[in-house]
């Protein structure tokens, strides 16, 4: 199966500045990778697909980029409610797999 | 609005079943493939089993296949998991969520329920 690795498993970050969450997989999934995030008790939501399009309702802050295997999610400017858990996924092959998650944490 | 609402998890002892249901609404069910996607304990998320808009193609992965079946009724809006044989690593919250395929994809998650935990422990 393929394997998912984000990096770092926490990130700590002030209000207002950027986060970089990475995410590689061990073989290429072209560009079929989507972005979770979910905050504490809530189940995950979709943010971005496609490796780079933002799912309907996402704010512009949230941008995906990358294909193969290195996939990269920004936030542009870290806002209080967008501290929580992000999760990528690959849907090129099965069994889909996620990565372990990165935690972005208040710094 | 789209809603997925899971429910019939509880703590079982290792070796017995439960089925899971997820109660859909707000979209046009019949439509989409679903699955069951669980999360132990503090882990990622880990995807378990499809099933077709249709109900006729379903794959799990490795670790419960023989164990957990999963079907749906499109009549009644509902998707259900049959978990059987159940081992203190099933522990989990288990989610619904919905994807589109079509012929020849399946693609992204679309809506996830809240969840339905599972604990396995004699």
């Known amino acids: 199966e393929i394997v998912m690795t984000q990096s770092p498993a926490t990130l700590s970050v002030s209000p207002g500045e950027r986060a970089t969450l990475s995410c590689r997989a061990s073989?290429?999934?072209?560009?079929?990778l989507a972005w979770y995030q979910q905050r504490p008790g809530q189940a995950p939501r979709l943010l971005v697909y496609?490796?780079?399009t933002r799912a309907t309702g996402i704010p512009a802050r949230f941008s995906g980029s990358g294909s193969g295997t290195e996939f990269t999610l920004t936030i542009s400017s870290l806002q209080s409610e967008d501290f929580a858990l992000y999760s990528c996924?690959?849907?090129?092959?099965?069994?889909?797999?996620f990565g372990q998650g990165t935690k972005v944490e208040i710094k | 609005q789209v809603q997925l609402v899971e429910s019939g998890g509880g703590v079982v002892q290792p070796g017995r079943s439960l089925r899971l249901s997820c109660a859909a609404s707000?979209?046009?069910?019949?439509?989409?493939?679903m699955h069951w996607v669980r999360q132990a304990p503090g882990k990622g998320l880990e995807w378990v089993a499809v099933?077709?808009?249709?109900?006729?193609?379903?794959y799990y992965r490795d670790s419960v296949k023989g164990r957990f079946t999963i079907s749906r009724d499109n009549s009644k809006n509902t998707l259900f998991l049959q978990v059987n044989s159940l081992r203190a690593e099933d522990t989990a919250l288990y989610y619904c969520?919905?994807?589109?395929?079509?012929?020849?994809?399946?693609?992204?998650?679309?809506?996830w329920g809240q969840g339905t935990l599972i604990t396995v422990s004699s």
């Open positions: 496609g490796a780079s």
């Open positions: 996924q690959q849907y090129n092959d099965w069994p889909w797999t």
């Open positions: 707000g979209f046009t069910f019949s439509s989409y493939a």
């Open positions: 969520a919905s994807s589109y395929c079509n012929s020849s994809n399946c693609y992204n998650f679309d809506y």
């Open positions: 073989q290429s999934v072209t560009s079929n």
């Open positions: 099933i077709s808009y249709d109900g006729i193609n379903k």
